[in-house]
C-alpha cells in the first residue's frame, strides 16, 4: 500500500509541473524599435524587459547575440530588470526553474552581469559573470523553486565598432521550466482521504478472504 500511496502522489506531482520551454522572443510582434515585454508572455510577469528585432542594429551586440532571429530581449537603458511569477496569496503558489540562456553585451566588451534567484524574499542563488559584445555566451543555471529572477549589469568597455555605448546586454534562448502550479492543500485533502479509503477497502477484502 505504500507503493500505491507513492505511486499517486507522484502522479499529482507530475500532472502539475511543466515540460522545459525555450523563451526565444521571436514571436512577439511589433519589435523593429524595440517594446516593452508585457505581463503574460509565456506566464510571466516582464520588468523593464524590451524585446528588439537584433538585425536593425547591425553594429551591435543585439545583432551578434541572436541565436535565434529575429528578435532579443535586453534590459531597458542598461538597469536592472526581472521577470517572476505571481505571488497573489489568493492563487496557488507557483515555482518555475531558470536552465539557462545566451547573453551577450549590446555595447560593451566585458559587460559584468548579476543574476539572482528568488523564492518570495529569500535569495536562493546569485552569480556574476563577463559576456563580450561580439557573441553570445551560454550561462547554466539549473535553479529550482523560483518565484523571480533578477538580472543587472555593469561595467565593461565600449566596443568601438559599435555605435552606441551603455550597459544594456541582449539576452535571447531563455531556458525555463514552468511555471509550475503547486498541488493546492484541498488537492492533497482529497488525495489523502482517497488513500485512505483505498487502503481500508484493501484490508476489508483481504480479512474477508481470511474468515
Not at 83 to 92: C, G, Q
Not at 171 to 178: E, I, K, M, P
Request: aromatic fraction near 10%.
Amino acid at each position: 500500500m505504500r507503493k500505491i500511496a507513492f505511486v499517486a502522489l507522484a502522479a499529482l506531482f507530475i500532472s502539475n509541473s511543466a515540460a522545459a520551454s525555450t523563451l526565444t522572443f521571436d514571436e512577439l510582434r511589433d519589435a523593429r524599435f524595440g517594446r516593452p515585454i508585457g505581463d503574460g508572455y509565456q506566464g510571466f510577469n516582464w520588468s523593464n524587459f524590451n524585446v528588439l528585432e537584433g538585425a536593425l542594429l547591425p553594429l551591435s551586440g543585439y545583432a551578434a547575440g541572436m541565436v535565434s532571429a529575429p528578435n532579443v530581449a535586453f534590459n531597458g537603458f542598461g538597469t536592472p530588470a526581472s521577470l517572476s511569477v505571481s505571488a497573489d496569496p489568493f492563487l496557488p503558489m507557483i515555482d518555475f526553474t531558470l536552465t539557462s540562456g545566451d547573453f551577450t553585451g549590446a555595447w560593451n566588451d566585458g559587460l559584468s552581469i548579476t543574476v539572482q534567484g528568488f523564492n518570495g524574499a529569500t535569495m536562493l542563488h546569485s552569480v556574476t559573470f563577463v559576456v563580450s559584445s561580439t557573441a553570445p555566451t551560454l550561462v547554466t543555471f539549473n535553479w529550482a523553486n523560483l518565484t523571480e529572477v533578477t538580472f543587472s549589469s555593469s561595467g565593461g568597455t565600449r566596443n568601438p565598432s559599435y555605435l552606441g555605448d551603455g550597459t544594456n546586454f541582449a539576452l535571447d534562448n531563455l531556458v525555463v521550466n514552468g511555471p509550475n502550479p503547486m498541488p493546492e492543500p484541498a488537492s492533497l485533502l482529497l488525495l489523502g482521504s482517497g488513500l485512505v479509503a483505498t487502503v481500508t477497502r484493501f484490508r476489508r477484502r483481504r480479512s474477508a478472504r481470511n474468515v
